[in-house]
């Protein structure tokens, strides 16, 4: 059984944080990097983040750089998003996908994908 879940999203203040986890079931999370997407109303998905598996190395975004922390934890299977300083355009369903070893720019590339979790940011 082949589960990829998404959590922790929610409605915040305008400066607010959350914490998304990404927690695989069914097959080992280690040898993939996770990419996290996001997707608003009306809008094309948008990747703001991914950690490779390789090497650990990580990329953001312009629009989240220096508000949003990406880090795994293999041990338990889980990705996590961690996200600070909320603004209302960071309101969308936030994705995480898998990928084998690398971090790539379109998501036609992500071999999973879970069914993604609300973040709204009030004004």
């Known amino acids: 059984q082949v589960q990829l879940v998404e959590s922790g999203g929610g409605l915040v203040q305008s400066g607010g944080s959350l914490r998304l986890s990404c927690a695989a079931s069914?097959?080992?999370?280690?040898?993939?990097?996770i990419g996290w997407f996001r997707q608003a109303s009306g809008k094309q998905r948008e990747k703001i983040s991914c950690?490779?598996?390789?090497?650990?190395?990580?990329y953001y975004a312009d629009s989240v750089k220096g508000r949003f922390s990406i880090s795994r934890d293999n041990a338990k299977n889980t990705g996590y998003l961690q996200m600070n300083s909320l603004k209302p355009e960071d309101t969308a369903v936030y994705y995480c996908?898998?990928?084998?070893?690398?971090?790539?720019?379109?998501?036609?590339?992500?071999?999973?994908w879970g069914q993604g979790t609300q973040v709204t940011v009030s004004s």
């Open positions: 950690i490779s598996s390789s090497d650990g190395s990580t």
């Open positions: 996908a898998l990928e084998l070893v690398s971090c790539s720019d379109s998501y036609f590339a992500y071999d999973y």
């Open positions: 069914g097959f080992p999370l280690d040898r993939y990097a």
